[in-house]
């Protein structure tokens, strides 16, 4: 695929996104890895694709019945770690904070077209939160960020 197909890209660019990610984060053992959202996570991290959005705009429709799509694809970025200092929920974020840019450094740098199943993918919109988890143990970060992506419908 060069990012160009007969139908939407959306699968693939999903599959393509997650399979970057564990690229980005090879070696880093305490991340969990989700092609959806999961529970319980069995470590203390995770990335997970989360919702999809994609959009044709119809006054790009070629007269081969060729159209741009943008995808965008959510992921949830999480971080837990013991205790709820103030030191302690700097450490979180600051952790799930370097998970999303190892990523979006990845995309940028080695990957801009994930696999080709894209013309090219871009970090979108982010947001974040943390709390103190249940049993007042730790604090847990998570990240709800987007990945905005071009791909080509094309007549075959």
């Known amino acids: 695929m060069s990012g160009i197909s007969s139908a939407s890209g959306i699968l693939a ?15 880093q053992t305490d991340i969990d890895f989700y092609s959806g959202w999961q529970y319980p996570v069995t470590q203390p991290n995770w990335v997970a694709t989360t919702d999809v959005h994609a959009d ?3 006054a790009n429709i070629g007269p081969r019945r060729s159209q741009d799509e943008t995808i ?7 971080a837990w770690l013991p205790g709820h200092t103030e ?4 450490a979180a974020f600051e952790r799930a904070f370097s998970i999303l840019n190892t990523i979006q450094t990845h995309i940028r740098t080695e990957d801009i077209t994930l696999a ?29 960020t987007t990945f905005v992506c071009q791909h080509r419908v094309r007549a075959a």
């Open 13 to 27: 660019a999903r599959c393509a996104l997650l399979a970057a990610a564990k690229a980005a984060l090879d070696g």
């Open 56 to 58: 044709m705009d119809p």
């Open 72 to 78: 965008t694809l959510g992921v949830s970025i999480g």
């Open 87 to 90: 030191d302690d929920i700097v």
């Open 116 to 144: 080709d199943t894209v013309l090219w993918c871009v970090p979108g919109t982010t947001d974040s939160d943390g709390a103190v988890d249940e049993d007042g143990s730790g604090y847990q970060v998570e990240i709800a």
